[in-house]
């Protein structure tokens, strides 16, 4: 079965730092990979998927995620984050030939961007 | 395009009354349906997942169970609530297999309190 590991649970940054939110899954097979964000009182709302090819993939409002198949890991980045970016980040992965397999998430992390 | 509804949004119930979550799914046919918890912390956590009409699957053995009494309804129930089932659920659908490739679509949940 499929792990998801986010280690870092709260942070907290400055407007205008960079962002790097970690995200390690156990799964030997091919995978499909997403980022989530789920802002304060809304809905969980996709930020960027991977199913293949380029292990670099853009998604919305700037983010940016990296797939290191040797490393297991499909890190969330942000160049320059905004007060905007305040919410919590999920990490999530589904077996990628299985069919029908449900999506198994990270335990989430939240970001504080403070002014 | 396709939409989905969950309800209610709030629910307050006293210890050992029943439960009932609803969640449907408008705009696709044959959606792959899920129910996750989400608690303070511990991340979105899968409850059940269904494939079709009557089809359940149960990832968490506890006091809750699922019903898909329709292609696009989706039902959360238990007999006897505990303090333990408060928390914020999530009702999502994907598209059905035809492609493995696919993302989750999530309700806006349901907090619910126990009492």
């Known amino acids: 079965a499929q792990s998801v590991s986010q280690h870092n649970h709260h942070v907290i940054l400055s407007e205008a730092a960079s962002l790097e939110l970690g995200c390690n899954y156990s799964y030997g097979g091919t995978v499909n990979l997403f980022w989530y964000v789920q802002y304060p009182g809304q809905h969980l709302q996709l930020l960027l998927k991977?199913?293949?090819?380029?292990?670099l993939v853009k998604g919305i409002k700037g983010f940016e995620a990296e797939f290191i198949k040797s490393k297991f890991s499909f890190n969330l980045r942000k160049p320059s984050v905004q007060w905007s970016d305040t919410a919590e980040y999920f990490c999530?992965?589904?077996?990628?030939?299985?069919?029908?397999?449900?999506?198994?998430f990270g335990k989430g992390t939240r970001l504080s961007v403070i002014a | 395009s396709q939409t989905i509804h969950q309800w209610p949004a709030t629910l307050v119930q006293p210890v050992g009354s029943p439960l009932s979550l609803e969640c449907t799914v408008e705009g696709t046919s044959n959606p792959n349906l899920y129910w996750y918890r989400q608690a303070a912390g511990r991340g979105l956590q899968l409850l059940f997942y269904s494939v079709g009409i009557g089809q359940i699957s149960s990832e968490v053995p506890q006091n809750l169970s699922a019903s898909r009494p329709q292609d696009r309804q989706f039902i959360l129930s238990s007999k006897k609530l505990l303090l333990s089932d408060s928390g914020f659920y999530l009702c999502a659908w994907s598209p059905l297999s035809g492609t493995v490739n696919f993302e989750a679509f999530f309700g806006q949940g349901t907090r619910l309190t126990v009492v």
């Open positions: 991977y199913f293949s090819g380029d292990p």
């Open positions: 999530a992965v589904n077996a990628g030939q299985l069919w029908n397999t449900p999506l198994v």
